[in-house]
């Protein structure tokens, strides 16, 4: 997992060739003015979806895991709270493959806030749930980028 402010996110580029390519487009792009929904950057390599959403309770949720992809999100309005389970966890819900997602069960092991100027990339194969409610915010709207690995 990486977590920091929007002023540092150039100092991870060099990391993963298609990480560069969604830094490069949310340094030069106003991500308000998307439309709802996917919005292609590099065919299947990088791709943003802009979504609403509202948060709700960590308890009783899994954790979600990708393959394929890693996740870049950051809140465009409102605040939201993520975890992260870095020990053991346990399948939930198997792996699919075409909507490249698996959900486990563990221990939170870190948690952070995301809001406005804020980012956070969740690894491949790294246990997150994010949509956690933030005290007084009953909605988000994200955007969640998707970086072939």
């Not at 998307?34 to 590099?42: S, V």
């Not at 790294?126 to 970086?147: L, N, Q, R, S, Y």
Request: aromatic residues 10%; proline residues 4%.
């Amino acid at each position: 997992m990486i977590y920091d402010t929007l002023d540092n996110i150039n100092q991870y580029t060099g990391l993963f060739e298609h990480l560069d390519t969604a830094i490069e487009y949310i340094e030069s792009h106003d991500l308000n003015e998307l439309p709802m929904g996917k919005t292609e950057i590099d065919g299947a390599n990088v791709f943003v979806n802009i979504q609403e959403a509202e948060p709700s309770a960590g308890e009783g949720r899994g954790f979600e895991t990708h393959s394929n992809y890693m996740d870049l999100q950051m809140d465009l309005e409102g605040v939201e709270l993520c975890e992260v389970a870095l020990s053991e966890v346990e399948e939930e819900k198997p792996y699919d493959l075409e909507t490249d997602f698996a959900s486990w069960t563990g221990d939170t092991s870190a948690a952070l806030v995301l809001g406005p100027d804020r980012f956070a990339i969740f690894m491949v194969e790294e246990p997150h749930k994010p949509c956690i409610k933030a005290e007084g915010c009953d909605k988000v709207k994200k955007a969640v980028f998707k970086i072939a690995y």
